[in-house]
């Protein structure tokens, strides 16, 4: 059996709570995988009888399929137990039902109070994971569909449930930000399918001796209907004692809880406190830090600026290196090279214009 359709990997599927008319026997089914969808696997077990409800969690790979009779659960269990469904073989168990919680209660479970009403299946089976394998793990709710802060927890072997109780017991197991510890106790077998049959009781005398009257009225104003109604207001008398006692326990338990609830939010109020403080003295630190680099750093620009003008000073108050300056005053080689070329220069103009003139001199 296999598909294409795919589901969300994780989602967890419920269909709505039953009107509490119907009697419907639970199938838990293991190994499942994620590529299942509710819709499929509910076509495979309306083969068998009607399905009424169906709680499917992918992502820890396990439902639990309510069929309309016994006679329907038991089928099946005894068709579909270890067939493969997408590469896995499915298991299929039919639990024993406790009066309160419809699953599994043998040695290897635990009842686990005093949740959060914030947790959820998936918190719980997270919590107790530590502890070894788990099953199944459910929280409690009523039938508003909210949490009972009860639970219900199922491993694999009964020495995970034995070792999850025994810390539980010794420390204080806290599920939530909130330190209210959990409290769990191993849970003896019960099964209310199946019953006592009367083949399997053992026949004493006492047995035939309850059983030679068969059920009825008790006759009005007989010794039988005297001593039935004494027994009738014990009954009433213990119900109104213990309704009353859990009133008192409920009462007080309220008062305390609000008293923890305030030391624990001003205990947080003062962390907050403190963090806020740390954080304001952590941001002064910072700007004392950074006003005091920026007094350096002016300080010191201060001081390279007194160096500039210092040494610009001293350039200005150093005396002036002196010129060397050429004399133009003509020396006496000088004279006489320039009177010997005037002097060649006047005898040349001379030979020119005796030539031109005819005229010679001597």
Avoid at 58 to 84: H, P, R, W, Y
Avoid at 116 to 137: C, D, H, I
Wanted: some cysteine.
């Amino acid at each position: 059996m296999s598909s294409n359709r795919r589901r969300d990997p994780g989602a967890v599927v419920r269909q709505p709570p039953s009107n509490g008319k119907d009697n419907g026997i639970w199938i838990f089914v293991g190994n499942l995988t994620e590529q299942i969808y509710e819709a499929e696997l509910r076509e495979i077990f309306m083969q068998f009888g009607q399905v009424i409800v169906i709680f499917l969690n992918t992502k820890l790979g396990f439902a639990s399929v309510k069929m309309d009779t016994l006679q329907s659960a038991e089928t099946a269990i005894e068709q579909l137990n270890g067939i493969v469904l997408y590469d896995k073989a499915i298991v299929l168990k039919l639990p024993s039902q406790g009066k309160s919680v419809e699953i599994n209660t043998s040695s290897t479970s635990i009842k686990v109070e005093n949740l959060s009403p914030m947790v959820t299946n998936e918190l719980l089976y997270k919590a107790f994971s530590k502890f070894g394998q788990v099953e199944r793990a459910v929280v409690i709710v009523d039938n508003k569909g909210r949490s009972t802060t009860r639970g219900i927890v199922a491993f694999s072997s009964e020495l995970s449930a034995q070792n999850a109780v025994k810390q539980i017991e010794e420390g204080c197991y806290i599920p939530t930000t909130y330190p209210k510890p959990i409290e769990a106790i191993v849970m003896e077998e019960e099964d209310s399918i199946y019953g006592l049959p009367e083949e399997k009781i053992t026949k004493t005398t006492e047995y035939y001796n309850e059983i030679k009257t068969g059920p009825r009225i008790a006759i009005e104003g007989s010794f039988e209907e005297e001593l039935a109604h004494t027994y009738k207001v014990r009954y009433q008398l213990e119900r109104k004692q213990r309704e009353q006692f859990e009133e008192t326990i409920a009462i007080s338990r309220r008062i305390f809880e609000e008293e923890m609830l305030t030391c624990w939010e001003n205990q947080q109020q003062a962390i907050q406190i403190k963090q806020e403080v740390l954080s304001f003295e952590e941001r002064l630190e910072e700007e004392e830090s950074k006003k005091s680099f920026e007094a350096r750093r002016r300080i010191q620009k201060e001081k390279q600026i007194m160096e500039k003008n210092q040494r610009e000073e001293y350039v200005d108050e150093t005396p002036p290196k002196k010129k060397v300056v050429t004399s133009s005053i003509p020396t006496l080689t000088d004279n006489c090279e320039e009177q010997a070329t005037t002097s060649n220069e006047a005898n040349q103009i001379e030979e020119i214009a005796t030539n031109d003139t005819g005229i010679y001199f001597t």
